[in-house]
């Protein structure tokens, strides 16, 4: 990995750690999966995990509804797993269903392949997916640099999801992208 990829991503990561630092800040807090939880304990998943958690109230939603599962976020104490989403150090292949609600936007454009096969690799063959991604800068700033270094239309997403999945719905308004990984040995 170049100094400066290191160097940039290290920034991204400051500009959160400031939000989340601040004085009664609720940065990080916002569920922005809470109205998938029906549509993920439908798929009865065993264990989920959420890449770019914040403050891990999906995870912690979850549990009390009886489905276990881990947060991974690279700034927020809450996260049950403080690392980046590009390598999570988490074992291959043990997760039913894997969420990402509004934070593939803040990765940057280098990272968004490298998470999204990160994404893959801990989840089973044919597991499930949960997705919501904002195509619009962020309101929020820090330092007045934008929060969403990859604002691109849904049809870029989509297409970098099809690498690693496939995608059975999109719904109105492109509120949550669904679908499942592909299985062991496709292309």
Known sequence: MSTDLAQRREHERSKYVTLASRPGSSYGSTNH???AIPLIQRWKPRFVIDFGCGRN????DLRRLGIDGLGIDFAFAEADFAKPMH???MLDG???VVTSFDALEHLLVQDVNPVLDEMRRVARPRAWFCFS?????SRITVGGENLHPTVRPMRWWLD???????VNHTRAGGRYITGRFLGEGSP
């Open 160 to 166: 970098r999801i099809a690498r690693i999945g496939v």
């Open 57 to 60: 109230q999906l995870i912690t």
């Open 94 to 96: 043990v997760a039913d």
């Open 33 to 35: 999966g809470r109205h």
């Open 87 to 89: 390598e999570t150090g």
């Open 133 to 137: 991604i904002c195509t619009r800068p």
